[in-house]
């Protein structure tokens, strides 16, 4: 069917902040334009993986062609889903470039969120334009009137401009897909140009091999067409051409300003770059601007419970990794935990997701270390080091510089609870950046911190002084030099490295307090005194002792209780073989993530 | 393990030919179950006592003909809440099956409550030698706690009782009863001394699944004594009780010069023994057994002609060694090296070697080179060493197989 006339096809996103309706307004759309009847509607189509339905989020972006008759005329819209967290900015960046539109769907009654305005932001960059939802109208508890005004103030947005709908019922949104044919510019490009086409995702399929996701920008794609990924500088040919309704149906060619997938026999997702540019082998074209190679912000360590099941773990993340080139794992060793794999992530959610994943999909026992962010440091020579672990981080003399990742974090709140987060992100080494509100019962807080404090505890505390109504959302704006040292934790005199972390030196005293008295708790009283000591170089800043232990003795051991005692003593043996031994002291393994205790109660 | 036959295993390696010297009879009937209990018990439910009797002469006759032991335990529940006929009646049945050896050692456990002049005349006249009266306290705040239904005066009036019978006297004692302090438990220990038993024992207080007190602490409606105010009562009663002249020769038992129950030395040093009744155990020929626990379904097992023996395991020599060392361990005077490996084929040094040497160097063993003892501290800890004792000892940890050596993603 395609390549379809340009001024007849329309290219857009949705852009929602979690639970505000995303999914349901695309199956509303889905169905209205006829692309899947309401018998093969499975709520929620595209959040197809388990985990997304699980957590509401929608992690892979997809891209959906429909076809719809509008005053005598046939349309192709493309609907390209985002996903709509901050991990992933560098992913929707490169989904919006491949919009001409948005839809910025906000919820009647829970209003501008934090990701709204990071989205929407994103958005008018990318100089979308954008069509302003108000969905769930039909809600009792509807705010119409108050949400108009926070779109207003938070974003500029004209309030006659505003379509609103339930996408429940699907009420208004016949006047949605309207606006969506007269406001969103059809693309531009040129049709007989040298080929450019912008891959924007990609999925691993087990029988096709990497299914690239592309926007045609000019020229066109045909199947048997000798093509190169510009960036990452391979040939392959063009096996199959497709475009997703919402199953992948085969086409001719893809022309300027459409949406499809290719297969080329592709047996590595590492050869797909997102944000690279699909071009002909024999003349290539230029390269679309805004590569980025995606960087890695958090790492942590992740060991098998049981030593036996290392190569177990490697295939599993080697299996993860394969469908998600972003997360990236090399082995290490720690003589605390034996052997394991340092894991980077995009942010704090991807590293939760990988973890998921790995819950649901391997039947594996693993121990995982306190997540770090990615530091760099000059040092005394001038070589810059990229620290992924804190026991990378050279001695304090031979360092010039100490640098860390800082992020412009978004809070919106009610405006009751703006004291408290002000004093929040104060506490938290934070630098205001303004203050604004967005109507008169909630404000957005800006505020320039660093991202260590942000993946601590930053947004649990946030959820806990607003009781739940405080959302965030943050970007990385740069790195920037700080005060910070190691911290390292001593068992009974021996460094245990998988413990050591990286914080601010004025807060060592009390990082290094609440760490200290947490292992205390943790660990089990042995047959000798354990001291927990904390250090940085080799001063000893907090000390706590696990008393010996003093009676644990079995009384009554008589005829069947022989039996009883042995297994259950045997099994005690086999608990103790899933501790960690450090010296003769045995750390359970939820106790390496002991750094990350607050010392206050949630 | 669980099997509706038991199995012969002609293969195993279980010492044969030595047939049991000793015998268990379960008695599941109370008046009434105490908080702390969670031992197999009916309680006022004397309804049932006739058909236990018949099942347990069942159980008895299937054993086959008749032979002689050294020591018989009856023990509860309560056995002293048995009618007079019945308790004769039990009585009869066991001795027929199992014929108490001259000088036999019989314990049957009392209740104060329980103990009349002529209770004492009738187990005298059966062949009763021993009485374990479970006194658990005299402080009439710990016996109310402990929902125990009789009083001091009692338990001064049955100890008469039984001495003058001739019985030997054994008494229990609990301590580390919520809000216990050093004072009370003093009194405790001044006044057993001075009824001057023939033995005593004496456990801190547990709290087990399937008793009341272990959904009250659950609750938070009972809080259990810490840890150091228990090690320090157990402390206490030792000192008081070995400078009283009692000799402590297992964890939780003290005797007076030649009164040790020698019922219970069979189960520490591994010897065999019959177990009849609602959730006895059995060790006979290498096989650990158990009854079902239930006292109906152990009877209507026994009724339809099923064997009650519900758990069984048959040890292999290793783990019959192991245990050994670890049951052994446990009575003071320790283990003998040459006893222990004529015994059970092997020697400690190769069984748990390196954990003997660490644990002595910890100054929780005694080794004189012939005899591994329990030193103090160790016996206030012991439970945290025998799992070291009864596995084999860890090899360091292996570095993982790297033939594929991807570094990272295919």
């Known amino acids: 069917m395609p390549d379809f006339d340009c001024s007849r096809i329309r290219n857009f996103c949705i852009i929602a902040h979690i639970d505000h309706g995303k999914s349901t307004l695309a199956d509303r759309l889905l169905e209205l334009t006829g692309t899947v009847t309401r018998r093969e509607m499975r709520d929620q189509l595209l959040d197809d993986m388990e985990l997304e339905r699980e957590r509401g989020i929608t992690i892979k972006a997809r891209a959906v062609a429909m076809y719809y008759e509008h005053e005598g005329t046939r349309y192709e819209l493309n609907l390209i889903d985002t996903p709509g967290h901050v991990d992933f900015q560098y992913e929707v960046s490169r989904s919006l470039l491949c919009c001409e539109g948005a839809l910025l769907l906000v919820d009647a009654f829970q209003g501008v969120e934090a990701q709204t305005v990071a989205n929407a932001y994103l958005a008018m960059e990318h100089e979308l334009h954008i069509i302003p939802v108000i969905n769930k109208i039909d809600l009792k508890h509807a705010r119409i009137e108050e949400v108009l005004e926070e779109m207003h103030q938070s974003l500029g947005i004209d309030p006659d401009d505003v379509v609103k709908v339930s996408a429940k019922t699907g009420l208004g949104v016949p006047d949605l897909l309207r606006a969506v044919i007269d406001r969103v510019p059809s693309p531009k490009g040129d049709p007989t140009g040298p080929l450019q086409a912008m891959v924007f995702d990609s999925h691993y399929d087990d029988y096709r091999g990497a299914i690239t996701y592309v926007r045609v920008m000019n020229g066109r794609i045909e199947p048997g067409q000798k093509i190169r990924f510009l960036k990452g500088g391979t040939n392959h040919e063009v096996l199959e051409l497709g475009q997703f309704r919402p199953r992948p149906v085969r086409c001719d060619s893809l022309g300027t300003g459409e949406v499809g997938y290719l297969v080329c026999n592709i047996k590595s997702l590492d050869l797909v770059h997102i944000g690279d540019t699909v071009s002909t082998a024999h003349h290539p074209a230029q390269p679309l601007p805004g590569y980025r190679v995606p960087k890695r912000m958090v790492y942590c360590g992740l060991y098998p419970a049981d030593g036996q099941d290392f190569d177990e773990l490697r295939e599993e993340l080697t299996k993860l990794s394969i469908n998600d080139p972003s997360f990236e794992f090399v082995p290490e060793t720690s003589e605390a935990l034996g052997f394991g794999f340092r894991c980077g992530f995009l942010g704090l959610l991807h590293m939760e997701i990988i973890q998921q994943r790995l819950e649901q999909e391997a039947d594996l026992d693993l121990v995982q270390t306190a997540p770090n962010v990615t530091y760099e440091i000059t040092t005394k020579n001038g070589e810059v080091l990229e620290i992924h672990r804190p026991q990378e981080v050279p001695d304090t003399g031979s360092i010039d510089e100490f640098r860390q990742p800082i992020v412009r974090v978004n809070i919106i709140v009610p405006t009751e609870s703006i004291g408290p987060v002000m004093t929040l992100c104060q506490d938290r080494r934070g630098e205001p950046k303004g203050n604004e509100y967005l109507s008169p019962s909630r404000a957005m807080v800006t505020y320039e911190l660093p991202l260590a404090e942000v993946i601590y505890d930053l947004h649990d505390k946030l959820k806990s002084i607003t009781r739940g109504y405080g959302t965030m959302d943050y970007e990385l704006i740069g790195y920037a030099p700080a005060d910070l040292v190691r911290l390292d934790i001593l068992v009974n005199g021996k460094r245990v490295d998988a413990l050591s972390f990286i914080c601010h030196r004025g807060d060592s005293d009390r990082r290094g307090r609440q760490v200290v008295k947490k292992l205390k708790s943790e660990i089990d009283r042995h047959m000798f005194e354990v001291a927990v000591q904390a250090a940085i170089g080799s001063r000893v800043i907090a000390r706590e002792t696990v008393p010996a232990m003093r009676k644990n003795v079995t009384a009554k051991c008589y005829g069947g209780d022989i039996t009883r005692k042995r297994k259950l003593w045997a099994k005690q043996r086999e608990g103790k073989k899933r501790m960690k031994s450090v010296g003769n002291v045995d750390i359970p393994q939820k106790a390496f993530l002991a750094v990350l205790d607050t010392g206050e109660k949630k | ?410």
């Not at chain 2, 008749?66 to 529940?77: H, K, N, S, W």
């Not at chain 2, 206490?236 to 003290?254: K, Q």
């Not at chain 2, 040497?357 to 004189?368: A, H, N, P, Q, Y």
């Open chain 2, 1 to 410: 393990m669980r099997s509706k036959a038991v199995p012969f295993d002609a293969t195993s390696s279980a010492p044969r030919g030595a047939m049991p010297r000793a015998a268990y009879v379960h008695v599941p009937f109370c008046r009434r179950r105490c908080g702390y209990c969670a031992f197999t018990v009916l309680a006022a439910h004397d309804a049932w006592i006739p058909r236990y009797l018949a099942a347990v002469e069942r159980e008895l006759a299937d054993l086959g003909a008749p032979r002689e032991v050294d020591t018989l335990y009856f023990g509860g529940g309560t056995p002293s809440h048995l009618p007079r006929d019945a308790m004769r009646r039990l009585a009869e049945a066991t001795t027929d099956r199992f014929p108490l050896a001259e000088n036999g050692e019989w314990t049957v456990e009392a209740n104060p409550a329980d103990v009349t002049r002529d209770w004492c005349r009738t187990v005298r006249e059966r062949g009763v030698t021993r009485i374990s009266l479970g006194v658990q306290s005299f402080s009439p705040r710990k016996l109310r706690v402990l929902e125990r239904d009789h009083d001091a005066r009692r338990i001064d009036e049955s100890l008469r009782l039984l001495f003058d019978a001739g019985l030997d006297v054994a008494i229990d004692l609990i301590f580390g009863v919520p809000g216990e302090s050093v004072e009370e438990w003093d009194g405790d220990l001044r006044r057993a001394v001075a009824a001057s038993p023939h033995h005593l024992s004496t456990y801190g207080l547990t709290f087990e699944r399937g008793a009341r007190f272990w959904g009250r602490r659950a609750r938070g409606d009972i809080t259990p004594e810490s840890e150091d105010s228990e090690a320090e009562l157990f402390e206490r009663a030792i000192d008081v009780l070995t400078s009283a002249g009692f000799e402590h020769y297992e964890v939780s038992n003290f005797a007076r010069p030649g009164h040790r129950c020698i019922h219970n030395e069979t189960y520490w040093l591994g010897r065999s023994y019959h177990g009849v009744g609602p959730g006895a155990a059995a060790y006979v020929d290498g096989r650990r057994m158990m009854n079902h626990q239930g006292v109906l379904a152990y009877i209507r097992r026994v009724e339809r002609g099923e064997s009650p023996v519900v758990d069984w395991e048959m040890l292999d020599a290793e783990s019959r060694a192991r245990e050994r060392l670890v049951f052994g361990l446990r009575r003071l005077e320790g283990v003998a090296r040459g006893a222990f490996q004529t015994r059970t084929g092997h020697s400690i040094d190769d069984l748990a070697g390196s954990a003997v040497e660490r644990f002595v160097s910890l100054g929780l063993l005694e080794d004189d080179g012939s005899i591994v003892r329990l030193t103090r501290r160790g016996l206030m800890v012991s439970d945290a060493m025998w799992p070291d004792l009864l596995r084999p000892e860890v090899a360091a940890p292996r570095e993982p197989a790297r033939s594929n050596r991807a570094e990272n993603a295919p």
